[in-house]
């Protein structure tokens, strides 16, 4: 399914040119595409389209007749202000110029409004331009918007998402719960308590007391997955201008929910047991931190699982500096050999650690449910603004969740699922130890999704990033979960099938061994 | 359903207090209740567990003599930090104090974090005090607070819910819905676009063009609730320190997703016919305003609608500024007599109108589906920011909404949802007539939701709210739709049963004639 999919039809009685300038005026004449908008060049126009050339410059030559688009040097063809065109007012495009740039919009905030076609320059609009800019929420990381809509794009090798791939998921199973609901006396159609249903809170502490988490249902959050928990306590929690200590690499330099609300990182080493404690009291002393994020069951991205002692060092070493912790256990129910050490959470005894759980990695990305636990004045201040953010998560994905895992449909799901990915990664590393030796080091994971490739030397990741695309790959680069990177690639086995990583994998090999050695 | 429903068993063998004390203990030990947390007040915890005082008090000294909770002077009881106590270390509970109180933590940011129980004194947290108090994001108001949490009190009559009742809610229809998607081939359990899915974003654009919107589906961006659409807006187009028109009183003022963002907000005044636009150019220049926010048809609290000849006024008065609109269309399809005027986006030519809908006022809040339409490049960075904020919309909730509106069970369900609210309407207003002549004057709503009820004298309103609450009747006061407000009542006509209507009118009668004369 792709975002943008209108095409002229060949079989209609209309010239191609002309159902294309009528498609492109409507869009102009509704204010969909709006006056200061930037066309996509040409030749992104003819791929999008599916025609030659000289139709896209008929049809862009009648648009221009008409008064609806302009060629500017330099600034591409653009959608024509007929209004500013005809009487000179200023626009409220010009608002930027009238009240003054933001100190900070420019730097790593670079707008890419994306085109839903590819990397190829981005439309930008003219009167909405500031607007789009200026929010106070960061957009996205370019690549990490040239990723999610790719995601969408036909017949790439997806090598790095941290998705499991439809076939993984239980659709079979969630049709059952679906016909059980059906047959109950009537579905929750009203607002759920601030909370969340008091149901789903019931068989989240069910689950959570086989990690050996004591939680009752008044310590739980019911978020909408486990990425609105970290937003929630990134603008709930903390102060503009504090310091989170977290492990570096990390999934949460990936996404910015804590820069957005003015929240620094300071990131920490690991070895193969975890984050390094030695560190952590000076660090946690210098930068006054206010948290520490750690994920200690099956690292996103590099899979590492914190042994028992590293845990309870990490404990103790926090808890002399009474530093909170906020845990990330998305992917520790994803053991694949043995179950990892209890979380954090479990070794808690004052109430220090706020402990995130998610639905989406294991039974269903899409239903978005995850959960927050922790001491009770804090999942009501969090609950309060998910009130005002979005009014909770939808009641049907929240009875859905709740059968699911009360019904026993998790737990046999994810025998299944653990099998089904223990054989997913033995292929994956056996194709590494093909194709890789040599170039790469890489883990063993013991579960989660994750196998993180370590090149043995520096590759530019934006470069390797668009040729492999070019070739047909969707690639999780090392940048993404720190900025300073240049030799790390995050490769999963959960979404591509183990024959697209057969093909996949060669073709990086050769990728990264040419843009080492450039020129040969 | 209650939240906070533990009470202690008469039947079991342990004595009540042991019970509690109990309970008690495990909340302490497990972190649940962090130090310095402090319980309520006595009279509430006994009204809380349903026991006598002597019972609390025995359960309180058993764990005063534990040494986990103690008494302070003027502190009420609290959960005593034993870390604290034993190494006299600094506790994380001291950030504020080591790192700088913030500028604004004072003031209108009175935080009251609830404790699930009612209005009084509410319990803080020690440790985690500074947390509470030092997010980014406002709290809700207190009585916005109380409110949320006294809708899950049982009992209480909602006189002012801006929510259809459990039995106005389509439920038999949803289940058929349900049934119809379980025999389907399988539920989408993947994350789905950016956008939201594309099958859900058709039946959207298909519904917009009932009201004279042209939006394909590249143009609307799916989000849960239209509250959703506001935070993305609040924080994704408008910088901080912009400023934004708009009604006066307003719903925007009972929330605090733009306050939260920076924003400021200017009210506008209003007539019979909506917001008068004769100001508008005037104040759009003095405050630089970034946007007017509108709710034309059955303004929300007023229940005013802005007629067609207004409509276009506000549209050229804009044009000419060419300041932008965010359009609310919450209410839009519940009109009673006669369908409201064409939306504003029907009227917009040149792409400044944002436009919001949602599913949450007719078929079901619980599904939280709501949409944005608006320029390509505007939803499209708002589908960015909503990518980093929860990664989109259950999916279960758009295949159910798409179904919703495509299989016509929407629009079968908004023609009886009509007849009976236009039969709730005309009673409410019957018994306004019968108890309130001489008290108050009123609007007579030809749709929406609600009654806005103009009292005579002015009345202390949070005074009132309290004094309604303990008589069984939960209120939506007018200031909180306009802070200085001390006459109004935002009356709803949709939650409240016509019996209930019949019950609390009359009592609310009293309790205003008792506060506008103090004494008699």
């Given at each position: 399914m792709q975002a943008r999919s209108w095409t002229p039809d060949p079989a209609s009685a209309l010239p191609l040119h002309r159902q294309i300038s009528n498609y492109y005026m409507d869009k102009i004449r509704s204010g969909a595409w709006p006056p200061g908008m930037r066309l996509a060049p040409q030749r992104e126009l003819c791929r999008q389209l599916g025609v030659n050339r000289s139709t896209v410059v008929t049809a862009l030559g009648e648009l221009s007749a008409l008064g609806l688009i302009e060629g500017r040097r330099g600034g591409g063809t653009r959608v024509v202000d007929l209004r500013a065109a005809a009487d000179g007012s200023v626009s409220y495009g010009d608002r930027t110029a009238a009240s003054g740039s933001r100190a900070d919009a420019s730097g790593d905030r670079a707008v890419s409004t994306?085109?839903?076609?590819?990397?190829?320059?981005?439309?930008?609009?003219?009167?909405?331009?500031s607007y789009v800019e200026e929010g106070v929420h960061y957009?996205?990381?370019?690549?990490?918007?040239?990723?999610?809509?790719?995601?969408?794009?036909?017949?790439?090798?997806?090598?790095?998402?941290?998705?499991?791939?439809?076939?993984?998921?239980?659709?079979?199973?969630?049709?059952?719960?679906?016909?059980?609901?059906?047959?109950?006396?009537?579905?929750?159609?009203?607002?759920?308590?601030?909370?969340?249903?008091?149901?789903?809170?019931?068989?989240?502490?069910?689950?959570?007391?086989?990690?050996?988490?004591?939680?009752?249902?008044?310590?739980?959050?019911?978020?909408?997955?486990?990425?609105?928990?970290?937003?929630?306590?990134?603008?709930?929690?903390?102060?503009?201008g504090s310091t989170i200590l977290l492990e570096k690499p990390s999934y949460l330099y990936s996404i910015h929910a804590f820069q957005s609300a003015g929240v620094k990182f300071s990131g920490l080493p690991m070895d193969e047991h975890g984050l390094l404690t030695d560190r952590l009291a000076r660090e946690a002393c210098r930068t006054k931190a206010a948290m520490l994020y750690s994920i200690p069951s099956f690292h996103n991205p590099t899979g590492i699982l914190m042994d028992a002692q590293r845990r309870q060092e990490l404990m103790d070493v926090t808890g002399g500096l009474g530093l909170p912790i906020l845990e990330d256990g998305a992917y520790q129910e994803l053991w694949l050999d043995?179950?990892?050490?209890?979380?954090?959470?479990?070794?808690?005894?004052?109430?220090?650690?706020l402990h995130l759980g998610t639905l989406s990695k294991s039974a269903s990305p899409g239903l978005r449910i995850g959960w927050i636990v922790g001491p009770e004045p804090v999942v009501?201040?969090?609950?309060?603004?998910?009130?005002?953010?979005?009014?909770?998560?939808?009641?049907l994905s929240q009875l859905a969740a709740a059968r699911w895992l009360e019904g026993g449909?998790?737990?046999?799901?994810?025998?299944?699922?653990?099998?089904?990915?223990?054989?997913?990664?033995?292929?994956?590393?056996?194709l590494l130890q093909h194709h890789f030796a040599g170039l790469a080091a890489w883990n063993v994971p013991a579960g989660g999704f994750y196998i993180w490739l370590s090149l043995d030397k520096p590759v530019p990741l934006r470069t390797l990033f668009r040729a492999a695309h070019k070739a047909g790959l969707l690639l999780n680069t090392g940048d993404l979960y720190d900025r300073g990177d240049s030799r790390h690639l995050r490769l999963s086995y959960v979404y591509a099938s183990t024959t697209e990583l057969e093909h996949g994998l060669p073709l990086l090999a050769g990728l990264i061994r040419k843009l080492r050695q450039p020129g040969s």
């Open positions: 994306g085109d839903g076609t590819g990397m190829l320059p981005v439309q930008s609009a003219g009167s909405w331009n957009p996205n990381l370019p690549t990490v918007q040239d990723i999610n809509r790719l995601e969408y794009e036909q017949g790439l090798i997806r090598l790095g998402t941290g998705e499991p791939s439809p076939g993984l998921l239980p659709g079979e199973a969630m049709t059952r719960v679906l016909a059980e609901l059906s047959r109950q006396t009537l579905p929750p159609l009203s607002y759920e308590e601030p909370l969340g249903s008091p149901g789903l809170r019931r068989a989240v502490s069910g689950e959570l007391a086989k990690n050996g988490i004591q939680a009752d249902p008044d310590s739980i959050l019911i978020t909408s997955g486990a990425l609105q928990g970290l937003q929630l306590i990134a603008v709930g929690l903390l102060p503009r043995t179950p990892p050490p209890p979380p954090l959470k479990a070794l808690d005894r004052d109430g220090r650690v009501r201040r969090l609950a309060d603004i998910k009130m005002q953010t979005d009014y909770g998560a939808s009641s449909y998790h737990e046999e799901h994810l025998q299944r699922l653990r099998a089904r990915l223990r054989q997913r990664r033995d292929a994956a590393l056996a």
